[in-house]
């Protein structure tokens, strides 16, 4: 990924409100909703994510600007140059961190090589066929780094255990496979799926965190969604069927005659996996407009007919 300030548009002196705000203008104009037919579009949504990820968090946005981490917030180790020849001039600045230089590192490698036979390569000696390389950061074998990356997902998707495209950091588009109930903020190891390795050992694995995107209509409480549905004051008195959503699409609903909104109604199996429920919450909502005939008739009722409703 590109440097997070570059990526958001802000100044390294931006505030935790102008890195917020900058965020939520570029992901409204990059959502995959909106994009639904554009690739590009959404892995520049995931790149966006994945820079406000890393500037949101006080501690790794402190730890990227003294330069101890990446974009990808994986730790910066101490460069290492092996292009420095024979009896030049000892090498500079990173290259001696740590009270050693590069050519150390090179005699080392070579040395537990066991050296290489006359006229052979020092990954490979002559008759005994090709070895493999070895790695300066933990000798031969030694893993490569994990990427990390988000995966904002819709109720709907992770209902249904959709695939979904991340983008990796390096700009690699990897379709993720959701599990079944996979749950907000759980992460998914795809061994092999992180950084190539150089010196013949195991390539990475790709940790993709679950993130559940915020839904226009449902409420989460835990496997349960919660949902708002209006009706007329006249469909609570005398009773109606009216069309409620669900995630897999509008189902019609009884409404029993004189309802009482401060209780909801239960969907049963329509939440979260097939193990939630989905609760109603009637909402009462009375014209717009005033209406003489209305006011009237309640009138009647307030000193006719009056009931308690708070005792």
Not at 74 to 88: E, I, L, S
Not at 108 to 120: C, I, K, L, R, V
Not at 162 to 186: F, I, R, T
Not at 214 to 224: A, M, P, V, W
């Amino acid at each position: 990924m590109r440097d997070p300030y570059s990526v958001l548009n802000v100044a390294k002196s931006a505030s935790e409100k102008d890195i917020k705000s900058a965020y939520r203008k570029l992901a409204k104009i990059y959502h995959p909703d909106k994009n639904k037919d554009d690739p590009k579009a959404k892995a520049k949504f995931n790149e966006v994510s994945s820079a406000y990820d890393l500037l949101s968090n006080k501690e790794k946005r402190a730890q990227f600007d003294r330069g101890e981490i990446d974009a990808q917030g994986n730790p910066k180790y101490a460069g290492f140059d092996f292009g420095q020849k024979r009896g030049g001039a000892r090498p500079q600045g990173n290259a001696q961190a740590g009270g050693f230089n590069s050519e150390d590192i090179l005699r080392e490698f070579m040395s537990s090589m066991g050296g290489a036979q006359a006229g052979g390569s020092p990954f490979g000696g002559g008759q005994q066929g090709a070895r493999q390389a070895q790695s300066p950061f933990g000798g031969a074998g030694a893993k490569a780094k994990d990427y990390t990356a988000n995966a904002h997902v819709s109720l709907e998707e992770v209902n249904r255990g959709a695939s979904v495209n991340v983008l990796l950091p390096g700009g690699k588009s990897l379709a993720v496979k959701l599990p079944k109930g996979a749950k907000d903020g759980q992460q998914i190891r795809l061994k092999g799926q992180g950084e190539q390795n150089s010196y013949g050992g195991p390539a990475g694995d790709a940790i993709i965190s679950v993130k559940y995107k915020k839904h226009k209509k449902f409420r989460i409480d835990g496997n349960d969604l919660k949902v708002d549905v209006p009706i007329a004051l006249y469909e609570a008195v005398l009773g109606a069927k009216v069309r409620v959503p669900t995630l897999g699409g509008e189902v019609e609903l009884n409404i029993p005659k004189g309802i009482d909104t401060l209780k909801s109604l239960r969907l049963k199996g329509k939440g979260l996996f097939g193990d939630g429920d989905i609760l109603v919450n009637l909402r009462i909502v009375l014209p717009k407009e005033s209406d003489p005939d209305l006011e009237s008739l309640m009138k009647f009722w307030r000193d006719q007919k009056p009931y308690d409703v708070r005792g």
